[in-house]
């Protein structure tokens, strides 16, 4: 499938006026033998003399709920552009992270989001959220008014600590940077209580803020020359990453290129799902959801100590995204929605074309129709030509007519002990209004236990919010136990004195017990201590063997006979080790010890703690 209009008489790369033709299908006119090769390289080889394949024959699973309500969304993507920018100070080697904070203040449905706070005020995790911190960023900026110099201490602390390959004081890549922060304010969206239940679903997790602005949809189509099958897979995604080729001289080659058919053959062979047979197919990307907010990379950095790739591509200020967008039965949805205006862009200035050395800078247009250069603490206007000139490293482009969401807004569920509340309350106010102070009547036995198991119904476990793979609760704030712990130290502490205060004392004979059990090994002389070494171990050689022990020492009362009164006979444990250890000893009856039963020796430790720590099985 060809992504570019072509017509008669007219080149299909340069739209020159020429009567040359290509040699096999007659479709395509060239002006120029450099045209022609260029056409042939961005996928003309793969389609010349065959018929158009590649179309959308199958629909992406979509969420029936959105995080953002179709309000909030229309009422963000009204604004267009944002007032003029501040400087932001370098806090050493930070130019990475202060051009992807220009950018991003820049995208001003972005902006006008953050400024509402609205995470802040429910979010779980104080003074350690990436959503938080950008939001009070944004809020800086805008005291600022475009005026001083910004210092984002936090965050570019804070950054360090979302990606190991990222290092405070070093130079870094501000796209890695800049998808570090969006990954991180996705995580931290689907943390708050709004968004409760939304981890367990993927497709309502596409829907949060991150999402709505800078998410897309691509769609991989694979075509099967045998049987003509084409199968779809699709795949979201924050930023497009643009390969740079000889042929790519601008921006539209870049996404011709992207979404070029490619052929696997030899060993990319692939069975067709259809048909079964493993043959030579051809392969496409295109674009099925077209984002808010388009993020585009060029990739200009390569292996080696020179790979920095510094060739002119020419971009525009207004993009017509229709030619990379995925056919589809009845044509494209949206009809011609799909313009975007440039907004902001990334530009790494190198020197000798070296990519483990430079500095970020970036382009950002504001509310006054301006175009404003942002070298770190340093602000300063230039005129549209200045712009024009620039090899960029990342493009945002932001949609003329945005896309809003058709589905309505996802509700979580209340908790079990909530609902149960809220129905004990209107149970008893129906009583109250219905009858005074009048006894309710009695419920019959079957209608008894049934209220009675639906009001003791445990609540459904979700996890810790803290998304580190075990349970949380309400109790706990809904972060697991130890995490409660970490989060909220002086809650914690008062929940632990609480529940050690309601617990009962124990009594003086439970004591005396406990403190005769710890102590009886300690009174026990020589002689009966080495008997009883001997006991327990032909017990651990038992254990091992399967055989279970004798049944008198599970007897409590005979334990605790035999740790009182050691003395009175030393010689019957010998004996009867002895005894068993011939195997010409009375049969007795056995009943094992586990590994997490109490010692019988008395300690109140786990057998496997104890004497039984060198066994290997149960």
């Keep these: 499938m060809s992504m570019r209009s072509v017509a008669d008489g007219l080149c299909a790369r340069c739209y020159t006026k020429t009567q040359e033709r290509c040699a096999v299908c007659k479709g395509r006119f060239y002006c120029s033998r450099r045209c022609q090769e260029k056409d042939w390289e961005l996928g003309h080889k793969y389609l010349c003399g065959k018929p158009e394949q590649f179309q959308a024959t199958a629909q992406p699973p979509e969420a029936d709920r959105t995080l953002v309500s179709a309000a909030d969304c229309e009422r963000i993507m009204a604004h267009k552009l944002s007032p003029r920018p501040s400087g932001i100070a370098n806090l050493g080697n ?64 804070h950054v360090t600590r979302l990606d190991a390959d990222l290092s405070l004081g070093r130079q870094e890549d501000s796209q890695a940077v800049f998808n570090a922060l969006l990954r991180s304010m996705h995580e931290a969206a689907l943390a708050a209580e709004s968004a409760a239940g939304a981890r367990r679903d993927l497709l309502l ?60 053959d030899k060993d990319n062979k692939i069975q067709c799902s259809n048909c079964g047979v493993k043959t030579r197919s051809y392969k496409q990307l295109s674009i099925f959801n077209a984002p808010n907010v388009l993020c585009m990379q060029l990739k200009r950095f390569r292996a080696g100590m020179f790979g920095k790739i510094n060739r002119f591509i020419k971009f525009p200020l207004e993009l017509d995204l229709r030619h990379s967008m995925t056919r589809r039965e009845g044509g494209l949805q949206g009809g011609n929605n799909y313009t975007y205006d440039l907004v902001a862009m990334v530009v790494h200035l190198d020197l000798l074309n070296i990519s483990s050395f430079g500095h970020y800078i970036a382009f950002v247009k504001a509310d006054d129709k301006n175009w404003y250069v942002c070298d770190d603490a340093k602000v300063q206007q230039v005129p549209e030509s200045v712009v024009l000139q620039q090899n960029p490293y990342m493009l945002f482009y932001q949609r003329q007519k945005p896309s809003i969401p058709s589905v309505p807004v996802y509700v979580p569920a209340a908790p079990a002990s909530a609902t149960n509340s809220a129905g004990a309350s209107a149970g008893a106010g129906a009583r109250a209004s219905a009858g005074g102070d009048a006894p309710a ?48 130290p002086a809650e914690a502490a008062a929940a632990d004195a609480a529940k050690k205060a309601s617990q009962p004392p124990s009594s003086p004979s439970s004591a005396s017990a406990s403190a005769r059990n710890s102590s009886s090994s300690s009174q026990l002389s020589g002689a009966d201590q080495a008997a009883l070494r001997m006991l327990l171990q032909n017990m651990v050689m038992a254990n091992r063997a399967g055989v279970a022990l004798p049944a008198d020492i599970d007897d409590e009362d005979d334990r605790d006979q035999q740790q009182l009164q050691p003395s009175q006979q030393p010689q019957q444990p010998q004996q009867a080790a002895a005894s068993d250890s011939r195997g010409k000893g009375p049969k007795v009856n056995f009943s094992r010890v586990g590994r997490n039963d109490n010692c019988p020796c008395g300690s109140m430790k786990k057998f496997k703690k104890c004497h039984g720590a060198g066994a290997t099985g149960d």
Excluded: W
């Design 441 to 488: 009547s009695p419920l019959s036995p079957s209608e008894g236990d049934a209220s009675k198991s639906e009001s003791t119904a445990p609540a459904a476990r979700t996890h810790c919010l803290n998304d580190c793979g075990f349970f949380g609760s309400p109790e706990t704030k809904g972060f697991c136990s130890k995490c409660f712990r970490e989060r909220c």
């Design 205 to 264: 997790q596409r829907t949060d803020l991150v999402h709505q602005l800078f998410g897309g949809l691509t769609t991989s189509q694979l075509s099967c020359p045998k049987c003509n099958h084409v199968s779809n897979s699709f795949e979201p995604f924050l930023d497009l990453p643009l390969e740079i080729t000889d042929y790519t001289d601008d921006l539209q080659d870049m996404l011709e290129a992207f979404t070029c058919p490619e052929r696997l």
């Design 94 to 157: 930070s130019c990475y992270l202060n051009a992807a904070l220009q950018c991003l203040t820049a995208v001003a449905p972005f902006r006008a989001a953050l400024l509402e706070k609205s995470h802040s005020k429910t979010c779980p995790r104080k003074g350690n959220c990436t959503y938080c911190l950008l939001e009070a960023h944004m809020a800086v900026c805008a005291t600022a008014a475009g005026e001083g110099v910004l210092m984002p201490r936090e965050l570019v602390v």
